[in-house]
């Protein structure tokens, strides 16, 4: 039996860590969390200063036992799980479940999978650090609370099977709110007037620097004109999460869990090193950046390629596309800025005040430029620019064609996984190592699906000017197409505006990131983590006891008119299975209503009172079947 027992989290880093380390040392995995709160009843001992209630999860009892055999006959164990809060709990909870003690067990720590990583943590070991388990206890806990207490008014007050987090809802919040201000945007059209003009043997592309609000007011224009004429991946946040920690596991990148922007010495040499050598010294321009975000882990690293002179690795497409966005990022990051000469060139038009304007630039010098561009999730298609020719004061342009097509004004987009992440990140909401389980958790629970959908097609006018004659056509495109979009579901909008009704406090944005930043607090030693629980619990559990008593149950009704067939209301609304309608009222004991269940694609904000009375006309007897 080994003198050193290693325990990491999982067993591709065990593998790895133990070729480093050599004889005499064993390396096992945890498989993660052992222990967690008892599933049975709260968990907590609210009465005795939020005890928790801990018990090793039933498929972790054998990995248990090994581990126990294990350390009993080693010299020393080393605590080497992940060094973040949820790493530092794991080590904890293996010092309680394994009867560790204090002189035979040593914390150890390292941000990347390297020989070298790995000797100097053997050699610079130190004690589990009760300030951050106590932060993680407080999430842990706190998270139970909202769950355990808020669940069963949801079950009361909406309908069965339902549950509340703190981080969940609130994220399911951003999306019901931005699905409302979609369906509440009234879109209109404008005309835009490009312009193709030619220098030379040149084409310069312009603007006109007015839209015009009608299709009369665009065509006059085009009249006074023809009297002169001669972006990324596509990975879900899940999947980003899998594929970087099998790159940090097997030794390709730093430790992932991380919202860091420092960059270690070592990485910043090796930066150093790898663009002198390719691109030569005048790409290099050496920065250390600090992050603007709330709540962010300083004292960690940035992701990063452990070993930046690797441009590119071995690995399925996935793993090699993630790996070298990160190296870009890393090595962008410290190169010269790009030089760009920017140009703006006013072309006027006789017989019409306004003018066209052509925007463009040139590279002088291409700095980051030359590995790696930025992509951008919105799109605008105003904001184009090119390159533009060389061109004279008072030069005479040949107008090659003039264009007014009519635009339509865009709703704010839905967010993806990724944009909403980043809104979680800007409001403080939530810390990287939460943000793939909240998304995950929301779709499980139905308040929200992830889907494309095909938009509807459009029709827009164009009025072109091309060689002295004025054309007149009417085109077809498709609007409104999603890729990979989140929408609320009706019993997520019903749950919503429940809880935002009887629990604001909860569904509030700043006391969420306020109640982040008193983990930041706990794991930093400046507050006590029962003083926090008790202070959240006590107005939050008075909040539930009267909210249960006396609130009204939340359906989302909606009466939408009065069957003319049998005179009775018709209504749409959250059943025990999901959105239905209904056929007359619920109390009415001796002419019961009618249910029809409302089909996938159809709200209760938005279906119509013909669209619901459809529903009533299926099933229906179509014939006799004489067999």
Known sequence: MSKNLVIVESPAKAKTIEGFLGEGFTVKSSFGHVRDLAKKGLGVDIENKFTPNYEISPDKAKVVAELKKLAKGADMVWLATDEDREGEAISWHLFESLDLTEAKTKRIVFHEITKPAIKNAIANPRTIDKHLVDAQQARRILDRLVGF????????????????????????????EREREIMNFKSTSSYKVVANFISGNAN????????????????????KCEAEASRKLGFSVAQTMVVAQRLYESGKITYMRTDSVNLSETAINQAKAAITGNYGEKYLNIRQYKTKSKGAQEAHEAIRPTYIENQTIEGDSADKRLYDLIWKRTISSQMSDAELEKTTAVISVSGAS??????????????????????????????????????KVGEK?????????????????????????????????????????TISTIQKREYVVKEDREGAERNYGVIILKDNKILEETRTERTGAEKSKMFPTDIGMVVNDFLLKEFPQIMDFNFTAKVEEEF???AEGKINWTKMLS?????????????????????GERLLGVDPVTGKNLYVRIGRFGPMAQLGEGNDENNKPKFASLRKDQRLDTITFEEALELYKLPRVVGEYDC
Not at 399 to 407: C, L
Not at 429 to 437: D, F, L, M, N
Not at 536 to 554: D, G, L, M
């Open 149 to 176: 207490e808020l669940s069963p008014v949801l079950w009361k007050k909406v309908r069965p099977s339902l549950s509340a987090g703190r981080v969940q809802s609130v994220a399911v919040r951003l999306i019901v």
């Open 204 to 223: 310069i592309k312009a603007e006109l620097n007015k839209k015009f609000t009608s299709h009369e007011e665009a065509k006059d224009f085009l009249k």
């Open 354 to 391: 306004e003018k066209f304007v052509a925007q463009g630039e040139v590279l002088k010098f291409d700095g980051f430029l030359k590995i790696y561009l930025e992509g951008t999730d919105e799109e605008d298609e105003d904001k184009q620019e090119g390159m533009l020719p060389p061109m």
């Open 397 to 437: 342009l040949k107008v090659n064609e003039i264009s007014a097509t009519q635009r339509f004004t865009h709703h704010p987009a839905r967010y993806t996984e990724a944009s909403l992440v980043k809104k979680l990140e800007e409001l403080g909401i939530g810390r990287p190592s939460t943000y793939a389980p």
């Open 520 to 522: 930041d607090e706990i």
């Open 535 to 555: 202070d959240f619990y006590k107005p939050f559990h008075k909040n539930v006891e009267q909210t249960s008593e006396h609130s009204e149950r939340a359906s």
